[in-house]
């Protein structure tokens, strides 16, 4: 808990929290866009975090649901996903309920499986062209990282629609979720609420329509994730406000405390910066090794608490 408090302090909520429930048509008002939460969830651990952004914004929600559900433990969905892949096999859906034509804005939530969204978030996805136009914010759930990737493939598969920005979250963190969903939308709150002729005005971080106006020579007001005007999705390195900084003592020792217990793959920090995110405040760059044995980079996303307690690891991203 010392650790969420520790992110809520960066940011100012101006979110109130309301009620929602699963709903068949959108409301707004015209000062306000249409939300709709739409997620895939296999182990609730997605459907936990689809349904705090839900509440936060008011907005209606509605699963994705399978034909044929993904059933039993890890290694069975491993080895199933894996057949379906290899054989082309598409995961049918259920119709959807909800009218997306009706909404300005979809929050899109998925596990990660094998580092992009899962089988039946793809199948809705190649259906149609649901999302060419509209505002989409994925959020993800996942073992270890995948949503910079995921998020890369989105953008790829739907070049029409507009990525504001995404959210990630560890499921061995998922308790977590309530405070760092709050920290999350409360920093894009002014890019899903503001009029759009007025979103991006002199000096305020990029979002929505008006995005390709402040970029330019302000890129260091607009990057993180936001996408740009040529298309392109920044990473966390693009145009950083806060530099790059070689590792001290102590930056050593928090890196050290965070990946105590994480073997996945091995983790040698080379650089670290602070940031303001939803789950970390400070990324470390790091050489680790792939599959194939090659030296490859990674940033690893680490939460230090600013009083007591132990620096954890958040997210690993290749």
Known sequence: MKNVKTMLVLATAIMAA?????????????NEEAKLVLYYSQTSNTKTVAREIATRLGADIEEIIPLKPYEGDLQATVERCRQEREEG??????PLTSDLSQYDVIFLGYPVWFGTYAPP??????ANNFLAGKKVVPFCTYGTGGRVSSVAKLAEVCPDAKIIDSYGLRGNRIDQAA?????????IAKCLLCDKKECCKEGEECCGEKKDEC???????CCGEHQHADGEVCTDGCCDKEAWRELSAEDLAAF?????EFTRMPLEPVRVKNVALAGANRIYECTTKNREGETVTAQAYVLV???EGTPELTAVER
């Open 18 to 30: 309301t009620a929602c429930g699963p709903k068949k048509e959108a409301a707004a008002t015209d």
């Open 89 to 94: 096999i598409t995961s049918e859906i259920q």
């Open 121 to 126: 978030v793809k199948s809705f996805l190649e």
């Open 179 to 187: 405070d760092e969903v709050s920290f999350f939308i409360s920093g």
């Open 215 to 221: 970029c330019g020579e302000k890129k260091e007001a």
């Open 256 to 260: 050290q405390a965070a990946t105590a």
């Open 305 to 307: 608490p600013m009083g």
